[in-house]
């Protein structure tokens, strides 16, 4: 079975940094496209960030683009959300994400399987 846990959420003022981690279990995350996602209370559950399967390169939303990172480290199976100049409208729960394909997917229903989220909070 396929477990997604995401940490590094936190409270930071704007400007600042946080990485997220996602780890994984059941699911070597080099061989999938894994993606980063958040959702605001009433929102719809945004695409942040993907990266595909066997290297098969990046996609980034454009809110976030030049300031957010995705990558990993296989060894540790784990896949990171390096996030930059946080701004108070990155304030959301992120989720991470995994595809059962190595190609890349922006939409949600793309993704089988998904962590319970961590909460960023940037404050103004």
């Known amino acids: 079975q396929v477990q997604l846990v995401e940490s590094g959420g936190g409270l930071v003022q704007a400007g600042a940094s946080l990485r997220l981690s996602c780890a994984a279990s059941g699911q070597t995350v080099s061989s999938v496209a894994m993606g980063w996602f958040r959702q605001a209370p009433g929102k719809e559950r945004e695409f942040v960030a993907v990266?595909?399967?066997?290297?098969?390169?990046?996609i980034y939303a454009d809110s976030v683009k030049g300031r957010f990172t995705i990558s990993r480290d296989n060894a540790k199976n784990t896949v990171y959300l390096q996030m930059n100049s946080l701004k108070p409208e990155d304030t959301d729960v992120y989720y991470c994400?995994?595809?059962?394909?190595?190609?890349?997917?922006?939409?949600?229903?793309?993704?089988?399987?998904w962590g319970k989220g961590t909460l960023v909070s940037v404050s103004s």
């Open positions: 994400a995994a595809r059962r394909t190595s190609v890349k997917g922006i939409t949600r229903g793309a993704y089988g399987y």
């Open positions: 990266l595909g399967g066997n290297d098969e390169g990046t």
